[in-house]
């Protein structure tokens, strides 16, 4: 059984900075992509950046040159580095890895920007 432990969310004053970690763990051999997705009060979850087992990237315009993904695949962990977070960044963070056609998250880890 595959799971996906999301942490590292909190409280945190605009223009602050969080690192949000994603613990996989399960029978895998190998994981290509994963992802990190976030959900607003009140709004649809969105994708905001994802990595592939290569390290190739790709961020969403609304966090690109703040945020950074990366991953230690030895650990089958992917992390996001979040700097000078606004308070428009606040939600419920969520890794995701796509494996056979099946999509895995994790719970969830919020994120409150505020002063």
């Known amino acids: 059984q595959v799971q996906l432990v999301e942490s590292g969310g909190g409280l945190v004053q605009p223009e602050g900075s969080l690192r949000l970690s994603c613990a996989v763990s399960?029978?895998?051999?190998?994981?290509?992509?994963m992802a990190w997705y976030r959900q607003a009060p009140g709004n649809q979850r969105e994708w905001v950046a994802d990595?592939?087992?290569?390290?190739?990237?790709n961020y969403a315009g609304s966090v690109k040159g703040r945020f950074t993904i990366s991953r230690d695949n030895g650990k089958k962990t992917v992390y996001l580095q979040m700097n000078n977070l606004k308070p428009e960044d606040t939600a419920v963070y969520y890794c995701?890895?796509?494996?056979?056609?099946?999509?895995?998250w994790g719970q969830g880890t919020r994120v409150t920007v505020s002063s």
């Open positions: 995701n890895i796509p494996i056979s056609g099946y999509n895995y």
């Open positions: 399960g029978r895998l051999s190998s994981i290509n992509y």
């Open positions: 990595i592939t087992s290569g390290g190739n990237t």
